[in-house]
């Protein structure tokens, strides 16, 4: 038995021992999304960790993530393989800045992207995922004011095919601002047949020329998915990290998806490896805890997100 078979062996007996659901990022390794219960973006894997019966959620994806499980199912154990996974997005605001935010803006609604600390959402309205964005802000009354932090964007984007008066953090992923209309155009060029997939996240998302295309979809890593699956066209271009090529890949075998930038990786998101899956098991590490003063504070803000989205 080679070493990798013998670490995939242990941790299936352990997963199975211990109760365990192991719930993985699309941006996650191959390797760990081969060995996932549940593959998902942000909005799958929080509504999966809402519905999960297993006691224990193993959850291999970054930091904040694993919060927004543990903030959303508080009678189940949260494990982490590595606590050091985090996100430029959600380090890019802290509580004090949307505490400030809200004081100057005392009529605003604090929409914050699913990627901020539990702080932030302890002090957000609703929460949002770049899957139920749009869905989220035409639900509330056009009269109120939206602080929408902290991917800018995801927000202008937002704020372009809604037209509602929105206010901007300055924050980004930096791995999606890296992805240009200058790099998509080139790459449009290059294969004038292909149908663009585009993450809000992208620097592109939001720029008049790729809005204008009738064969360019700005979509969640999930719709990303879907819409290889429904779309007739043989081969996409693909603006966002890519990890997601291993499961279109998997699921559309005959399709051909060319990313953006294959060496543009999340490597926070890739810090997760099946060694320590396996010590995570073994361990009980890392515990994911939000004190609970937190934790109450932080949770309608994602309820009200997961109710919308489900209407
Ligand atoms: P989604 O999972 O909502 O597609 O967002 C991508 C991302 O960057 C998550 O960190
Ligand atoms: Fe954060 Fe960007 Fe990595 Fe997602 S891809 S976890 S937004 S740094």
Not at 10 to 24: C, H, P, W
Not at 157 to 186: L, N, P, S
Not at 236 to 261: A, C, R, W, Y
Request: aromatic content about 6%; proline content about 5%.
């Amino acid at each position: 038995m080679t070493k990798k078979e013998e670490i995939l062996k242990e941790i299936e007996r352990l997963r199975k021992e211990k109760d365990v659901i192991i719930l993985a990022h699309y941006y996650t390794n191959p390797e760990i999304q081969d060995i996932a219960d549940y593959i998902g973006d942000s909005l799958g894997l929080s509504q999966m960790a809402a519905k999960t019966e297993s006691s224990t959620i193993l959850f291999c994806g970054v930091r904040f993530m694993a919060e927004t499980a543990s903030i959303i199912s508080p009678g189940k154990r949260v494990l982490i393989p590595d606590i050091t996974a985090g996100c430029s997005l959600a380090d890019s605001i802290a509580s004090k800045n949307i505490q400030e935010w809200k004081n100057k803006n005392p009529n605003g609604l604090v929409v914050s992207y699913v990627n901020t600390t539990a702080e932030v959402k302890a002090l957000t309205d609703i929460c949002c995922t770049s899957a139920n964005a749009a869905k989220v802000i035409t639900s509330i009354p056009e009269n109120i004011k939206v602080l929408f932090g902290p991917d800018k964007n995801l927000a202008t984007y937002i704020k372009t095919i809604t037209g509602r008066d929105i206010d901007i953090w300055d924050g980004d992923c930096c791995v999606h601002e890296d992805f240009t209309t200058a790099k998509v155009d080139d790459l449009i060029r290059r294969h004038p047949d292909a149908e663009i997939l585009i993450h809000p996240e992208s620097n592109c998302s939001h720029h008049p020329s790729i809005l204008e295309r009738d064969n360019a979809y700005i979509l969640s890593t999930s719709g990303m998915v879907k819409r290889a699956g429904e779309s007739p066209a043989g081969k996409f271009i693909i603006v966002t990290e890519p990890g997601v090529l291993h499961q279109l890949n998997l699921m559309h075998p005959g399709k051909t998806f060319i990313p953006v930038d294959i060496n543009n990786k999340c490597y926070q998101m890739r810090k997760v490896t099946l060694e320590k899956v396996l010590w995570s098991l073994q361990n009980d590490e890392f515990l994911v805890e939000i004190p609970e003063t937190i934790r109450a504070k932080a949770y309608p803000s994602i309820e009200r997100m997961l109710q919308i989205n489900s209407l």
